[in-house]
């Protein structure tokens, strides 16, 4: 790829992956939109380079983020996990996997789980035109309505600033800078 990427990427060949691979390309899976809105739950307070070296580690864990599994989750599956190295062992953050998974299935009998999220940008992604990492906002009205809508649907750890990141990583706006190549790549998957 020529040009340079977004400058967030460099330094780490997990994250140049990542960027150069999956962030910011749309995706409306239900199950890989809910792996993310947990990943990026799993990262509060952390680095999202830390849930990168995580990820298959939590994918073993949850069963390969299969949310029908993940809500039948009781007491010897929350000690299972808060005993598991290949996850963040925090014990809100397990806990609000399971309640997610539950209120995903729910969401998903009522309306579709992928719709309601992707409701948020009218079913197609954002195109922003950023040129420097100074102008991508942490979060946006669009994620502060996604995370008040998503708590009121009884969902944890999705405040505005999680929304807007899980925004970025399904493609539901296009955070490549301008200078970036992958901004036009990912713009034409819309």
């Known amino acids: 790829m020529s040009g340079d990427p977004c400058p967030w990427c460099l330094g780490y060949d997990e994250y140049l992956r990542y960027h150069d691979q999956e962030w910011g390309v749309p995706s409306y899976d239900p199950q890989h939109l809910f792996e993310m809105l947990i990943l990026e739950g799993a990262q509060a307070g952390l680095s999202w380079l830390t849930i990168l070296r995580k990820r298959e580690g939590y994918r073993r864990a949850f069963h390969g983020f299969d949310a ?94 999680i929304c807007y990141a899980f925004m970025q990583s399904v493609g539901m706006v296009n955070d490549h800078l301008l200078s970036c190549p992958r901004h036009q790549v990912v713009a034409r998957l819309n």
């Open 68 to 161: 029908e599994r993940i809500a039948s989750y009781g007491d010897a599956d929350v000690a299972r996990l808060l005993a598991d190295s290949g996850i963040v062992r925090n014990r809100l953050k397990v806990a609000s996997a399971i309640s997610n998974a539950r209120a995903a299935l729910e969401l998903e009998a009522k309306e579709g789980f992928a719709p309601l999220l992707w409701s948020f940008v009218d079913g197609a992604p954002k195109q922003n035109r950023w040129r420097t990492l100074e102008e991508v906002p942490a979060s946006t009205p669009l994620s502060d309505t996604m995370s008040r809508e998503l708590k009121r649907r009884g969902f944890r750890f999705v405040g505005s600033t």
